[in-house]
């Protein structure tokens, strides 16, 4: 199958947004796992060639601009295409804009091959995995880690049932509600604006680990570490 762009229509209902009736960070990230998946599965990569083979998909590192985040009742047009395979990496862009065309946010990331018994990064051609990339012109610069800034305050969290996935730790899209519940009281009101997030480690269900912040400006730090390792780091610039 050729690759193509993959594209979806959607209405933000009550609960993809937040109180500010703004779509919610994790949703639409959740959107984005969501497409990528679809995808990869259309094109012939998905389920039977990974996941019930003991290979699971894992976002090591993510990149977002925003125009405007969409709102409440709001129609919107998601779009996803992958790009040219690095090695043990998997490139794949994402867009959204209106039913009108006005374009809102684009995004980037880079994806890795788990194997589920070792927790190891696999090579994906070792097991036939193979997605071929595509260029749009609609692309932003792929992620890189995020610029740390010192941290100011922390609080200890365990990983809660509900905040895991089917690949058995913390879903790479409840960071984004940990990192906003931290700094809330400093951004209540305002609007995302870029955002940078680098996953480093993955941590499971029961464990505990200490979640810290800094602020610069209108740029803010997030990262979450466990004895002394880290295991996500993520910069919010807000307006």
Known sequence: MKTGVYEKKLRLRSSDVDVDRRLRTSVLFSMFQEA????????????????????????????????????YDEDIVLKSWPGRTMHL???????????????LLKASSLWSLLDAETRAIVFPEK?????????????IALPSAPKSIPFEKSRELAVTYSMTDLNGHLNNTRYFDLAEDHIYEDVKGLALKSLKAEFSREIRLGERFTLSSG?????????????????????????
Not at 92 to 98: C, D, K, L
């Open 36 to 71: 990528a998946i679809a995808h990869t599965e259309a094109l012939g990569m998905g389920r039977a060639k990974t996941l019930d083979k003991g290979l699971l998909w894992i976002v090591t590192l993510q990149s977002l601009e925003i125009s405007r985040m969409p709102c």
């Open 89 to 103: 990496l998997f490139p794949r862009y994402y867009s959204m804009e209106t039913a009108e065309g006005e374009p």
């Open 127 to 139: 097991h036939g995995i193979e997605i071929e990339g595509i260029t749009t012109g609609n692309e």
């Open 215 to 239: 602020r610069d400006g209108d740029r803010f730090f997030v990262g979450g570490s466990r004895g002394g390792e880290t295991i996500f780091r993520m910069s919010l610039t807000y307006a």
